[in-house]
């Protein structure tokens, strides 16, 4: 796998784990009656599920979003005296990258 899917897995795992401890908090604390509700009925256990679920899902969907949200961009080109080449392709490329000679005008400094 690549760096960005298990960057984007582990965002996911964490939203999801928020998601199941807010779900068990919710039926654990009784929030308006929702563990009463589940109980009582016969379905309970398919809503509850389902509310896990689509918690789940929407909390880890905006974990995802928030990590990739938050990744460093550079916008400026990196300075120094160092130049970062790209690599030179292999056969049937355009080339190794050619020195060229360039002229100062005192005067522009």
């Known amino acids: 796998m ?11 795992l ?21 563990r009463t509700l589940v109980a009582a009925s016969p379905v309970g ?13 929407t909390f880890g969907s905006i974990q995802m979003g928030i990590a990739v949200m938050q990744l460093e961009e550079r916008d400026t080109p990196p300075r120094g005296r160092r130049l970062r080449l790209a690599p030179v392709p292999p056969r049937g490329g355009l080339g190794a990258p050619v020195p060229v000679r360039v002229t100062v005008d005192a005067r522009r400094r």
Do not use: K, Y
């Not at 690549?2 to 996911?12: E, G, K, P, V």
């Not at 509850?48 to 789940?56: D, E, R, S, V």
């Open 2 to 12: 690549t760096r960005l899917t298990w960057f984007l897995a582990r965002h996911a």
């Open 14 to 34: 964490i939203g999801f784990s928020i998601a199941a401890l807010f779900a068990g908090m919710l039926f654990g604390l009784d929030v308006a009656g929702l």
């Open 45 to 57: 256990m398919v809503a509850a599920g389902a509310l896990t679920f689509l918690l789940c899902l």
